[in-house]
């Protein structure tokens, strides 16, 4: 077995370093193809790479007073958002034959939506703990659900999403 290599249940997995190198490429790939989209539609933005929660993660900012113009590319409710992210997590598969789980944030939108979603977990949380009864939130998308699972578990509570999209959303369940 390589030193990049640690056996695991029988089974070579990738070392720290090597996860590191392979989502620090996964956004570089990301990187490239948003660069080559921004020209395309006459845009300017500053890419910025980074590696959270063990995912690449690739943020679009605009150079001085360009959010405007850039918020385009986010559309209503994140909706366009989600589609380039998925265009860029396809052009990475492409490139690297797997699969990626990279996020992608334009003009600060998913960070803004985040410390929303957080607020509304945290109130939400505040219901069922003092009701004892469980709360249903509106339905969200994959990452707005996650958020409000993280901040749910971190709190000491139980949550888990119901429904089918475009409709699922999350249950917070009394402790």
């Known amino acids: 077995m390589s030193e990049?290599?640690?056996?695991?249940?029988?089974k070579d997995q990738?070392?720290?370093?090597?996860?590191?190198?392979?989502?620090e490429e996964e956004g570089?790939?990301?990187?490239?193809?948003?660069?080559?989209l921004l020209d395309i539609v006459d845009l300017d933005g500053?890419?910025?790479i980074d590696v959270d929660h063990g995912r690449a993660a690739v943020e679009i900012l605009s150079e001085e007073d360009g959010s405007r113009w850039l918020k385009?590319?986010?559309g209503t409710d994140g909706e366009v958002l989600d589609a380039v992210q998925e265009l860029t997590r396809l052009a990475v598969q492409a490139k690297t034959g797997e699969r990626s789980r990279l996020m992608l944030d334009i003009a600060g939108y998913r960070k803004g939506r985040k410390?929303?979603?957080?607020?509304?977990?945290?109130k939400a949380i505040g219901e069922v703990t003092a009701s004892g009864e469980r709360r249903d939130l509106p339905a969200m998308n994959p990452f707005e659900r996650?958020?409000?699972?993280?901040?749910?578990?971190?709190?000491?509570?139980?949550?888990?999403?119901?429904?089918?999209?475009?409709?699922?959303?999350?249950?917070?369940?009394?402790?």
Not at 29 to 36: G, H, K, P, S, T
Not at 115 to 122: G, N, P, V, Y
Not at 148 to 175: F, K, M, N, T
């Open 4 to 10: 990049d290599t640690k056996a695991v249940e029988g």
């Open 14 to 23: 990738p070392s720290e370093p090597d996860s590191l190198k392979r989502l």
């Open 28 to 36: 570089e790939i990301a990187a490239d193809y948003l660069e080559e």
């Open 46 to 48: 500053d890419i910025d």
């Open 72 to 74: 385009r590319l986010v």
């Open 115 to 122: 410390t929303e979603l957080t607020r509304i977990a945290e």
């Open 146 to 175: 996650k958020v409000v699972h993280d901040v749910v578990a971190a709190a000491g509570l139980v949550s888990d999403s119901e429904g089918v999209e475009p409709e699922r959303h999350v249950v917070i369940h009394p402790s």
